[in-house]
């Protein structure tokens, strides 16, 4: 799933800043591949399927999820007090009581070890590889240093792996590409993980934004039933993200929709 320009110039400054990278090159769109038919020739590459939102039914469902953005290097600068968490948001879903899926780098789950085991222990939540590193799995993606094609899949596995460590237990098979990006040689890479690729189809626009109500409206704008929504667990980059969540869930509620994991949504769309 592409996002529109408007959208990707703020995840862009995101992902840059998460970079620690002042010179980002212009946004590649990202590129989706399906998994080839069964018709296709034995030779054509397993590729890990895509995901991009649920059926777009008459019973309206709606997945939140939120990216817990660390990147490998940013260890210092956690170090010196910057905040890459957001237990307020996590609190506030539970009050709220919204079902969302996590999507975690493996850095974020070593920095807030007892965060992690929380979410990924609360029956609200799952937890999903958002990779170890943070970094990009196609050249030109915002900025972020980008893995070797060899490290890919290892760096995949690093992530599951810390979670495990930090005893995270509902974790599931879904991946997000660092800033969305990957093309078919990417996909092919990660096949052996298992993983499906997961995208969205709503950006909220919450990467440092300081209007709460802009990304409410932007969300509400946007969503259709099946819809995967981006969003942030991170304040450092992500600060009125807990605020839009106040506003966007009541106001969803009101026209109808019940939030899901994603797991429930390509539960939903395999069963079509
Ligand atoms: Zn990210």
């Given at each position: 799933m592409i996002a529109s320009a408007r959208h990707l110039t703020a995840a862009c400054a995101l992902w840059a800043a998460l970079a620690a990278c002042g010179t980002a090159p212009a946004p590649q769109a990202a590129q989706t591949a399906r998994r080839p038919a069964l018709a296709a020739p034995s030779r054509a590459p397993a590729l890990a399927p895509v995901f991009a939102h649920g059926p777009r039914t008459r019973g309206?469902?709606?997945a939140l999820t939120f990216d817990a953005d660390m990147t490998a290097d940013q260890g210092a600068r956690a170090a010196a007090g910057e905040r890459f968490d957001n237990p307020r948001l996590i609190a506030a879903l539970r009050r709220l009581r919204v079902p969302?899926?996590?999507f975690m780098t493996g850095r974020w789950a070593e920095e807030y070890p007892a965060q992690a085991r929380a979410i990924g222990r609360h029956p609200l939540f799952e937890v999903a590889n958002h990779s170890y590193s943070h970094y990009?799995?196609?050249?030109?993606?915002?900025?972020?240093?980008?893995?070797?094609r060899k490290r890919m899949r290892a760096d995949v596995e690093r992530a599951f792996a810390a979670f495990r460590k930090a005893g995270v237990r509902r974790t599931v098979p879904y991946f997000r590409f660092p800033g969305g990006c990957h093309d078919r040689r990417t996909l092919a890479a990660l096949a052996p993980t298992g993983v499906t690729a997961v995208q969205w189809d709503v950006v909220s626009g919450d990467a440092f934004a300081t209007d709460a109500d802009a990304v409410a409206r932007q969300v509400l704008d946007e969503v259709r039933p099946g819809s995967v929504v981006v969003m942030h667990c991170t304040r450092s980059a992500a600060p009125v993200t807990e605020r839009a969540v106040r506003t966007i869930v009541p106001a969803l509620r009101k026209r109808g929709y019940r939030f899901?994991?994603?797991s429930e949504l390509i539960g939903a769309a395999a069963r079509r």
């Open positions: 309206r469902s709606v969302a899926t996590v990009a799995f196609t050249d030109d993606c915002y900025g972020l240093p980008t893995l070797s899901v994991k994603v």
